[in-house]
């Protein structure tokens, strides 16, 4: 299929680099003050790599997942590793295999590369909307540099999810619809957040089909894009022996859609002060920010006519099924992390006419408290972030 390579092509390669090296000096920069703070703290790396959903995808690739779903007393499901979709794990089992690195740098290496790969993206999809090479860049620092950036330099799916989202955007947006349905296939494989991104194709290329434009590549990305999906649905009820096992594994993580019912609870003992716990947790501006920013994002989106809808479909689509499910609180922000550079549109543009020492400078600080929040994240807060 020669599809992809023309993605990359058209993107001219000094601008490409150029888009990478912002985004692995802005990482290196907060990962650094990370394993700083983390060793003051006096943790090892091996030990701040494995925190949170790091140690379940590292489980996997070191042992599989498991034969059963284990049941609490109360009869629901307890914690379980089944709930983690397959590509990660299968992708550092085999970058083990073919370096020889430890399993956990093997998964910080997965997420460092296909990190790369996604802020390239950013900067295409930039280049793609008209914008200009210095707004590209903005967006990617801006990313790059954002509270939850921890998730791309640690054995999270982040990294690799944000890689097929973007670049599947890039295609979106220029119509190359074999593209696009095969960068769903691999979304599909790595999170279930995938059905926002599969939900805007099918619009979108159902859209270019209705009009007559859309010809035998649409039809032909509309049959492919769930295929990851459920795919990975499939093989995980299968390691249990029933259908709906990933569903069920997914009980355990809260994750059931209540129509925003635990968002709003959350929100309302925040700002109505109910919960002195959750008032004085570090986190709540960032919660309170992702989920009242990106909904005016949402509106801000629409109105702007460089913005494609599909774009703004996509956003959208993220906010409602992260405020639609409760789960952990904390991780919200993190939910949205690879959905972000099209928010960040708005306000890329303008900050690339800043002077370039104010943003060498807004850019560099933001990814040293980048780092200094990660530590929190991952190291002190109690709950999963």
């Not at 992708?91 to 370096?99: A, K, Q, S, V």
């Amino acid at each position: 299929m020669k599809v992809l390579p023309r993605l990359w092509s058209t993107a001219p390669r000094r601008e490409a680099l150029a888009a990478a090296a912002v985004h692995l000096v802005l990482a290196a920069i907060g990962f650094a003050v990370l394993l700083l703070v983390n060793r003051h703290l006096g943790h090892s790396v091996e030990w701040l790599l494995r925190r949170w959903d790091s140690g379940n995808y590292l489980a996997v690739a070191e042992h599989g997942y498991p034969g059963r779903i284990p049941y609490r007393p109360s009869g629901l499901p307890d914690f379980s590793r089944l709930a983690f979709f397959p590509l990660v794990p299968l992708l550092i089992r085999g970058t083990r295999l073919l370096t020889g690195l430890p399993v956990v740098y093997a998964g910080v290496l997965i997420s460092w590369c296909a990190a790369t790969v996604a802020a390239v993206g950013v900067h295409r999809l930039v280049r793609t909307l008209g914008g200009s090479a210095a707004a590209g860049y903005a967006c990617v620092a801006l990313w790059s540099c954002s509270p939850y950036a921890f998730a791309l330099w640690v054995p999270y799916s982040e990294a690799v999810f944000s890689a097929a989202l973007v670049w599947a955007l890039v295609a979106l947006v220029r119509r190359s619809w074999l593209t696009a349905g095969v960068l769903c296939v691999v979304a599909g494989t790595v999170r279930p957040t995938a059905v926002v991104l599969i939900g805007a194709l099918a619009l979108a290329a159902g859209w270019a089909v209705v009009r007559g434009r859309g010809g035998p590549r649409a039809w032909a990305a509309l049959a492919l894009a769930p295929l990851g999906l459920l795919g990975s649905w499939l093989y995980l009820g299968s390691r249990v022996g029933r259908v709906d096992g990933w569903f069920e594994a997914e009980r355990a993580w809260g994750q059931t859609f209540d129509y925003g019912l635990g968002t709003v609870d959350f929100l309302r003992s925040v700002l109505l002060y109910g919960k002195p716990e959750r008032v004085t947790d570090q986190r709540n501006a960032a919660v309170l920010a992702v989920v009242l920013l990106t909904a005016v994002a949402v509106l801000a989106l629409a109105l702007d006519r460089s913005v494609p809808w599909p774009l703004v479909v996509v956003v959208a689509g993220a906010w409602l099924l992260m405020t639609g499910t409760p789960g952990s609180p904390f991780s919200k922000p993190r939910f949205m992390l690879p959905f972000l550079p099209v928010p960040l549109l708005l306000v890329a543009r303008p900050l690339a006419r800043a002077p370039l020492v104010v943003q060498v400078c807004l850019y560099g600080g933001g990814a040293v408290v980048s780092g200094w929040y990660a530590a929190g994240l991952l190291v002190l807060f109690v709950g999963s972030p």
